[in-house]
């Protein structure tokens, strides 16, 4: 019977994808290439060849440090690992070495299975198996399987129905065994993905909850003890995998507040949506992916097409009626009760915000939901075991069932689907790289901060060396300024920076500035698909050269007219916002030095800057913030040591910049003592460069006058930028009420790549010896604030 089924439910996952059972060697999985599912093959390759060839890196936890965003540690906790489906997938693959037929198999098989791990359920507690087709079928081909196809890590859904049937199990016959069954399938479906396994915690918690009150044994001690035992069973088994995950949380400060839940939750609409592809309701348009009108969130994106099915619902329906006065009556809570969970949390902090933000608060790994969207498969889950329990229940003739499983059926089915080629297994380029003996990594141009990056990652799966490109869910917090300082790779920040990285090779599409001459490091080795691959030798000449685009300093700072002591407070008022109130306060502070604020080099400091931010409470509901910002700097006005604490919500970042002026570099980490090691991330600093805390202070030692300009260069958290002022005016304005006499100033910021809106910034500085900032106007992306003087001190 279970291989019957097995076949059936294979059947269906080959129908829901197809063709691609015809392509499985050819083509790719997914709607896309370049991005996610390119992410997930290099991460299945990474998996699999870890297995293969070194499995005690796979068990010492060394595979997490991957070869990509060279040279951050533990690059494989940026997304997903996939480490448990590339063990079972490794067979195959050191048999056939076709890395697109292990991902196609493995995403077929995953379908396949999570319709079988829900008939096991559904099988269990209803005794019908015409029950467990249809929740199978309904678990295994719902809309949300088709619009994820290019997220190969969320078809693992093959052990959640298993953790349920285990504590409805465990429920029953209260065993020290069952209790550990549960824990261990509970371990099995957080492995499998770490994004389902805080849905699992909740799934446990909320069935638990309820099939201890729907049962009579919520004050039954024995019940509950073998739940904390499962919760230590699992807790055990998933910690060597969520260990680095934490160290990567701690260290770069992944997480995400309410404000960017909120962007990537659900609505009631994304349960009426289904993709383009699906045969009836999409190429239909009757429930296709609708554009937003005026002044709406666009909700045509994957995580928005999620229509369960008619007949799903209406069999839900009938089995919470017919079941709620049964004997599967807590069977039937548990499950209303995940599906409302489901419900409520999907729609994310702008559903039943107090939930959603106090299970924020108090579940380990709830933060790292991007897209809160996807607890729908809890609610999914509530469904489809009352679906079964509809049709056992009602006890319908084989025909009416066989009826509606065909209705449901249709409901799913795809239209052909058009999938995407297979990246080569191997290129030219790979190959030379791989056999060429001299060790070092390797830079790809263009180097990107977005998907055009992960085609290289699965070119680098061929030569196993280190890459300095990376595409994942997460970013180091290094990446953007380093893609900044190689935009122009034949630049001296960029060839200072490839120094300092230790790249040795360096895979163009164009022929570098420069190559093959004495000052230039870039020596081309050979040309593969249609490719440069240039080695960088460095010489004296070479490294002499770094010093040639040296540019004199900015003029030196006049007399401050700031003292220890001085502290500017603000409020912050959203400028033609939703409401005239006000956002947060800013504090700015002259402070005295202490220990530990010395440079890289250990010159101590002559100032140190601070700055404060705090939201308001109102604002604090969706986007909370109390963030320091800490600036050491010498006799001149130049950052020494930049520290920041980001307290935003739950996501903490500390991190520090340790600047050389000398040397002419900036390292960073996240303690002062990790920034001045001699391991430490290092980049270029422009002579003469301010941070954004030194710059404010040493504009105000400057002689202003209407119509004078200064220019000098800004190293931001190690992104180099221009900082271009200009003396606009003398205005009066209003401060406090009374009207006062200030200088207009208008900074403007200038990146060599400008990936957005630029910042628009205009400081009104007291007329007299103080150069007090009187108010200060921000406008960027996120619209226009204004800062209002309400206290100084000196």
Not at 485 to 504: G, I, T, Y
Not at 578 to 601: C, N
């Amino acid at each position: 019977m279970w291989m019957r089924a097995a076949g059936l439910y294979l059947v269906a996952a080959v129908a829901l994808t197809w063709p691609l059972a015809t392509q499985l060697t050819s083509h790719l999985g997914a709607l896309e290439g370049a991005g996610d599912p390119y992410l997930n093959l290099w991460i299945l390759g990474t998996g699999m060849k870890a297995w293969l060839a070194d499995p005690g890196a796979v068990l010492s936890g060394r595979v997490f440090d991957a070869n990509i965003f060279h040279p951050a540690p533990g690059a494989l906790t940026f997304s997903d690992h996939l480490l448990l489906q590339s063990l079972v997938m490794a067979p195959l693959y050191a048999v056939t070495a076709n890395l697109a037929l292990c991902y196609n198999l493995l995403l077929i098989a995953s379908i396949a299975l999570s319709g079988l791990a829900m008939h096991a359920l559904v099988k269990g507690v209803t005794a019908s198996t015409p029950a467990a087709l249809v929740a199978g079928l309904a678990w295994a081909c719902w809309p949300y399987r088709s619009a994820h196809l290019l997220h190969l890590q969320l078809q693992s859904l093959y052990f959640l129905p298993l953790v349920l049937l285990a504590l409805y199990r465990l429920a029953a016959a209260r065993r020290k065994a069952g209790a550990a069954l549960l824990g261990l399938v509970a371990a099995l479906q957080a492995i499998s993905s770490v994004y389902y396994g805080v849905m699992t915690a909740i799934v446990l918690a909320a069935g638990a909850v309820a099939v201890a009150w729907s049962s009579g044994q919520w004050r039954h001690r024995r019940f509950w003890s073998r739940v904390v035992l499962a919760a230590v069973v699992g807790g055990v088994l998933v910690a060597p995998v969520a260990w680095p995950y934490w160290q990567s949380q701690q260290r770069e400060g992944f997480g995400r507040n309410l404000y960017e839940a909120a962007a990537h939750a659900a609505s009631l609409q994304s349960y009426t949506q289904v993709p383009p592809d699906n045969l009836f309701y999409g190429r239909s348009g009757l429930l296709a992916p609708r554009a937003p009108s005026a002044g709406e969130r666009d909700r045509r994106h994957v995580e928005h097409q999620m229509f369960p099915g008619l007949v799903l619902l209406g069999l839900a329906g009938l089995g919470l009626w017919l079941g709620w006065r049964s004997a599967a009556r807590p069977v039937v809570v548990s499950a209303a009760v995940m599906a409302a969970v489901g419900l409520v949390l999907s729609l994310g902090p702008e559903g039943v915000r107090p939930l959603y933000a106090w299970t924020a608060d108090h579940l380990f790994g709830f933060q790292a939901i991007r897209a809160p969207a996807r607890f729908a498969v809890v609610l999914m889950l509530g469904l489809c075991v009352l679906a079964g329990v509809g049709v056992a229940q009602a006890r319908l003739k084989t025909p009416l069932v066989a009826l509606l499983t065909a209705v449901m059926c249709l409901e799913y089915t795809n239209a052909p689907l058009t999938f995407v080629l297979a990246p080569p297994a191997s290129t030219a380029t790979g190959r030379w790289l791989a056999e060429n003996t001299v060790p070092g990594a390797v830079l790809y141009l263009p180097l990107t901060l977005d998907r055009e990056n992960s085609p290289f990652m699965v070119q680098s799966l061929e030569h196993g060396r280190p890459i300095v490109n990376g595409y994942s869910g997460q970013r180091p917090s290094f990446y953007t300024s380093l893609v900044d300082a190689l935009a122009a790779p034949a630049s001296v920040d960029a060839r200072a920076a490839l120094k300092e990285l230790n790249v040795r090779f360096i895979v163009s599409p164009e022929s570098l500035a420069g190559a093959g001459d004495a000052p230039s490091p870039f020596v081309e080795r050979t040309r593969q698909d249609h490719q440069l691959i240039y080695e960088l030798v460095w010489t004296p000449e070479s490294e002499a050269a770094l010093d040639e685009g040296a540019v004199a300093e900015p003029p030196l700072p006049g007399v401050p007219p700031f003292k220890v002591g001085e502290q500017v407070r603000y409020d912050v008022e959203w400028v033609n916002g939703p409401l005239d109130l006000t956002a947060g306060q800013i504090t700015l502070s002259v402070v005295a030095p202490e220990a530990g604020d010395h440079s890289a080099t250990g010159e101590p400091p002559a100032w140190v800057f601070e700055v404060a931010m705090d939201t308001a409470p109102w604002v604090s509901r969706f986007f909370e913030a109390h963030d320091r910002f800490r600036t050491a700097a010498d006799v001149a006005i130049r950052p020494l040591l930049h520290q920041r604490a980001l307290r935003e919500g739950h996501r903490a970042v500390d991190r520090v910049y340790a600047y050389d002026h000398v040397g002419r570099r900036v390292s960073s980490g996240d303690s002062p003592a990790a920034a001045r090691q001699p391991g430490a991330l290092t980049l270029p600093l422009p002579a003469g460069a301010r941070d954004a805390l030194t710059a404010l202070w040493y504009v105000r030692t400057m002689p202003l006058t209407p119509g004078s300009t200064l220019a000098l260069p800004l190293n931001e958290a190690g992104r180099n930028l221009a900082l271009n002022v200009t003396v606009a005016a003398r205005e009066v304005i209003t401060v406090g009420g009374t009207q006062v006499l200030a200088l207009r100033i208008e900074p403007r910021f200038v990146a060599r790549v400008q990936r957005r809106q630029p910042i628009e910034s205009t400081v009104w500085l007291s007329d007299d010896g103080r150069r007090v900032p009187l108010a200060i106007d921000v406008a960027a992306g996120f619209g226009r604030v204004r800062l209002k003087l309400v206290d100084y001190r000196r």
